[in-house]
DNA sequence: ATTACTATGTTGCGAGTAT
DNA sequence: TATACTCGCAACATAGTAA
């Protein structure tokens, strides 16, 4: 099987399902997939003939269901997404970095003390801890947690921007990681803050690796 | 994007990881893949373009990790093929059949009545309820489940086959299915047993549907 | 309408090879 | 050893058409 029919089995799998038959016609297929309706017409011959799919053709359309091995087929990708996408996890790594957070100054804010206590539950302590780590795992993790909003505000000096924010965990205490929304996604920096001093309690120093779970 | 590059970033993710980089060469890639070591070549650098995959590539081997779009696609494929799959559940359907279960007959079996009893909890109604399903659909859910095995046993007449059964709900009642163990694949007749007379208890008329759900 | 055949055009594979 | 180029040719896609 060189041209690896994939395509077309993820195809039919959304049109129908693992085990019901989906009523169609070669064209149609040709105008969803982008191809020609004689390669979707050969193709399907071909699948057939791999007991990739049952088929059944008549002049006035197709009918087609998945058979055994197009299902294993799909059935072993599954697996191997699934193992994937579901170890991803929702946990950040990343090594301690000493330094200007932009975060420290966040803290001291009137602004946005209130909702932070009001919306996270905590009072954070007036400082960050920073960490460097995968930029895309991170936005990645981030993506799947519905995030806080901290909204910005004005004096009459300038203009501070919103925060978001995502609850997490950090050893057993509760904090959050907390991004400046400039372009939303995270740099690869990313700060936290907790309503401890987390380096002394965590006896934490720079260069070490830090967990971060979002919860 | 012809010809689909699915195959490749597949294999890809199976070997590093969503986020992990991995080292490799395109001699290596294309054994497992069977494709040329050229092809393999080509196929990495249009991907690259493509932005599906990150690739630094040097006279000593090659790094590649997925990029961006490469994570998307494989991440849209999963989100249909957890749907499907998940969705395909633990629920047999099939179409009431009055006529001559096999499973009748065991039912009243010395050999057999003491193995329900201690291995599926209950004291089956002598009698079983029969419906015809899609073979393959049965398969596939009872695939998923533990089965209890009920095992054979001679007399000076003939020698009684292992028993396959699976526990299972049929609406609020806990029964099991019951399939002869010849080629351990359900028929298209599915037959269910259950402490008490279901046709009556649930008021089952030949031809109506019901579903089975294993558990 | 359809499906699917034949003939033609195009893409992409892989052997050889340069780096 | 590698990667990645060129190029001849096989495999594939599509147009036209028959059924």
Do not use: W
Not at 49 to 74: F, H, V, Y
Not at 186 to 198: D, F, T
């Amino acid at each position: 099987m060189k041209n690896s029919h994939l395509e077309m089995l993820m195809y039919l799998l959304g049109k129908c399902g693992l085990f019901e038959d989906i009523k169609s016609s070669t064209i149609k297929i040709s105008k969803d997939m982008n191809y020609s309706q004689q390669t979707i017409s050969r193709r399907l011959r071909e699948m057939e003939n791999l007991a990739l799919i049952k088929r059944n053709s008549s002049p006035n359309g197709i009918t087609i269901r998945l058979d055994q091995k197009g299902r294993k087929l799909l059935e072993d990708d599954y697996a191997i997404l699934k193992k994937k996408f579901e170890n991803a996890g929702n946990e950040i790594e990343g090594i301690i970095k000493n330094g200007i957070g932009e975060g420290k100054y966040y803290m001291s804010l009137e602004g946005y003390k209130k909702q932070f206590k009001e919306k996270l539950g905590f009072s954070p302590y007036p400082g960050t801890l920073n960490i460097i780590s995968n930029k895309e795992k991170a936005s990645f993790v981030l993506s799947k947690t519905k995030p806080v909003e901290i909204r910005g505000f004005k004096t009459k000096d300038r203009t501070y921007g919103s925060l978001i924010c995502y609850n997490a965990k950090i050893k057993n205490i509760s904090g959050a990681v907390i991004i400046p929304e400039r372009g939303t996604h995270p740099k690869e920096i990313i700060e936290i803050i907790a309503p401890v001093y987390l380096r002394s309690k965590l006896h934490l120093k720079e260069g070490g690796k830090l967990k971060v779970s979002i919860c």
